[in-house]
């Protein structure tokens, strides 16, 4: 199992970034996929779920109504589009399998700043 982040970077507050996490080594269709972020100094924390048909969707309070996920089975990519970002949206965002065990991948770092 592989699972790689791209699409992190810097922008303002209130900007958007869209990230993506392209997966390999299982057969993707059939797992739900989440992400997690992390801030400096805090516990990894849960984001979002996506349910393997994509059709059921989970979020934290916390990003509720800015971030939505998404997926492409035909392509093995998860997505997380990221709006009205906030300073305190600023950590590492993971993307999490749980295929027997769970896997991530190294993440991709987003800062929001002025």
């Known amino acids: 199992v592989q699972l790689v982040e791209s699409g992190g970077g810097s922008v303002q507050p209130g900007g958007s970034l869209r990230l993506s996490c392209a997966a390999s080594?299982?057969?993707?269709?059939?797992?739900?996929m989440k992400w997690y972020r992390q801030a400096p100094g805090k516990e990894r924390e849960f984001v979002t779920f996506?349910?393997?048909?994509?059709?059921?969707?989970y979020y934290a309070d916390s990003v509720k109504g800015r971030f939505t996920v998404s997926r492409d089975n035909a392509k093995n990519t998860v997505y997380l589009q990221m709006n009205s970002l906030k300073p305190e949206d600023t950590a590492v965002y993971y993307c999490?399998?749980?295929?027997?065990?769970?896997?991530w991948g190294q993440g991709t770092q987003v800062t929001v700043s002025l």
């Open positions: 999490n399998a749980r295929v027997a065990y769970d896997y």
């Open positions: 080594g299982f057969t993707f269709s059939s797992y739900g």
């Open positions: 996506i349910s393997a048909a994509g059709g059921s969707t």
